[in-house]
């Protein structure tokens, strides 16, 4: 049989405004600790996704938590203008790609279209606050 590495290439590549980047496959330990994650489902939502999303986006992490992580694809997709929503797909569609395949991670990524506007401002995935609803007016007679 002919090498794998000659005709297989294990990254999840994903573009973004015309912008092409690369989540880079984890370690084989890595990516059999986050198989096993995530095919348990008390522990997969257990699990502080944005700790996983910074490890596989070879980031850094700050011991203050309001402040973005920094380093690896964080910064290369910041560069770019990737929005904060953006990078959040990106990053749980590379979940779903290294720990249960990619045919679930490019239904996740494809999921992103079939939002409604309001379904996206009442996830906040807009970048705005959600608009309040209002309260129907009561007529009194």
Request: charge should be negative; hydrophobic fraction near 35%.
């Amino acid at each position: 049989m002919r090498d794998l590495r000659d005709f297989y290439d294990p990254h999840l590549y994903a573009t973004i405004n015309g912008t092409k980047f690369c989540v880079e496959c984890p370690t084989a330990a890595e990516g059999f600790k986050l198989r096993a994650v995530m095919a348990d489902p008390k522990r997969a939502a257990e699990m502080n996704e944005i700790e996983v999303i910074n490890q596989l986006f070879k980031g850094e992490l700050s011991d203050d938590p309001t402040e973005m992580p920094t380093g690896g694809l964080w910064d290369e997709m910041a560069e770019a203008g990737v929005t904060w929503p953006e990078m959040l797909h990106l990053g749980i569609t590379a979940i779903h790609f290294y720990g249960l395949g990619k045919e679930v991670a490019v239904r996740w990524w494809d999921s992103a279209s079939t939002a409604t506007d309001d379904d996206a401002e009442e996830s906040g995935e807009t970048g705005k606050a959600p608009t309040p609803k209002k309260k129907p007016v009561k007529k009194t007679s």
